[in-house]
Nanobody, 123 residues
Framework: QVQLVESGGGLVQAGGSLKLSCASS????????MGWFRQAPGKEREFVAA????????YYADSVKGRFTISRDNAKNTVYLQMDSLKPEDTAVYYC????????????????WGQGTQVTVSS
């Protein structure tokens, strides 16, 4: 089990950028596939991006492909989500999550979650 804490959310104008961070307190961070999810008001939580334990294999939702970049620094026990060309429809609470099994293209089965960070994109 890992403890996850997100940061970096805020208010930004459409077309702008934000970089989210998710720090883990677990000693086995490098053994987890890490993902980012988001939940907009009145909507279900949806997958955004994931990155493998090693080799940096990534997977993105079609809605963010080409605009968002997920990365990780295993030495710092941190995963990042660089968000560029933000749109109002990206407004949501963003969560990071961890799973110990399954590949990056498997968007279910995450077992550990952060508390979320709010991202608001104004038009």
């Amino acid at each position: 089990q890992v403890q996850l804490v997100e940061s970096g959310g805020g208010l930004v104008q459409a077309g702008g950028s934000l970089k989210l961070s998710c720090a883990s307190s677990g000693r086995t961070f490098s053994s987890y596939t890490m993902g980012w999810f988001r939940q907009a008001p009145g909507k279900e939580r949806e997958f955004v991006a994931a990155i493998s334990q090693n080799f940096g294999i990534t997977y993105y939702a079609d809605s963010v492909k080409g605009r968002f970049t997920i990365s990780r620094d295993n030495a710092k026990n941190t995963v990042y989500l660089q968000m560029d060309s933000l749109k109002p429809e990206d407004t949501a609470v963003y969560y990071c999550a961890a799973r110990s099994t399954g590949g990056v293209a498997t968007t279910t089965g995450y077992t550990d979650w952060g508390q979320g960070t709010q991202v608001t994109v104004s038009s």
